[in-house]
């Protein structure tokens, strides 16, 4: 899976509790490298959270993440044709996923990583369950949008990746009048020349869906 693809908007401050470490500090990098094919950084990562899970159950980032990591395991276990244990990871994955959330609903450092992961993940599933995710995603990122209109001082990327996956995940869908909605969103919120405002322009222009709307910044791998 091209994991990567939409992994740049974990790049968004994510809220956390007054005095709490970001726990996607600790992760971040090994995920995105895992996700691109390194194995032990993936591997890192995953340990990282096991040990966060093992002090508190409870850890609501710590499962998001987790769980993002075994639903890749699921793509790779159905890649290499073990149907059985990739149905079964899937199951762990979303049920991890979903307590993650459960635990703080309100929160984009669960919100963003769920609707992330299961942003692209659709994009490989059965048409069925993915259009399912799929709106399960935008239900998050339509939250997260809600949540940034409320913050000040959030950066074009921050404002970008939200709105511009909102505009890409309606039109999958099929659904192109709402995607325009955050087109138009996009054009005035975001200053003239950042790259979201000209990908919307293009996208307005032409009817045609650039390859991408978000992952527009960039993002390093943890050493």
Excluded at 98 to 118: E, H, I, M, N, Q
């Amino acid at each position: 899976m091209r994991w990567l693809v939409v992994l740049g908007l974990l790049l968004i401050p994510l809220g956390t509790r007054a005095g709490e470490p970001r726990f996607d500090n600790l992760v971040r990098g090994y995920f995105f490298s895992g996700f691109a094919g390194v194995a032990s950084d993936l591997a890192k990562g995953m340990a990282i959270c096991d040990a966060a899970l093992k002090e508190n159950p409870d850890n609501a980032e710590a499962l998001v993440w987790h769980g993002s990591g075994i639903l890749f395991q699921s793509g790779a276990a159905f890649r290499s044709g073990d149907v059985a244990e990739g149905k079964r990871l899937q199951t762990e994955a979303l049920d991890e996923i979903d307590r993650g959330v459960a635990l703080r609903p309100d929160s984009p450092s669960t919100l963003v990583p769920r609707a992330t992961t299961l942003f692209n993940a659709a994009r490989y599933a059965p048409a069925g369950i993915g259009d399912e995710w799929l709106r399960k995603a935008l239900g998050d990122f339509t939250a997260v949008a809600a949540i940034n209109a409320q913050r000040s001082g959030l950066s074009d990327h921050d404002k970008g990746e939200v709105l511009g996956a909102l505009a890409e995940g309606w039109d999958r869908l099929g659904d192109s009048e709402r995607a325009y909605t955050y087109l138009d969103r996009i054009r005035v919120e975001l200053p003239p020349e950042s790259n979201y405002v000209q990908r919307a322009n293009a996208w307005l222009n032409s009817g045609q869906r650039p390859d991408r709307m978000t992952c527009l910044g960039c993002h390093k791998q943890q050493d």
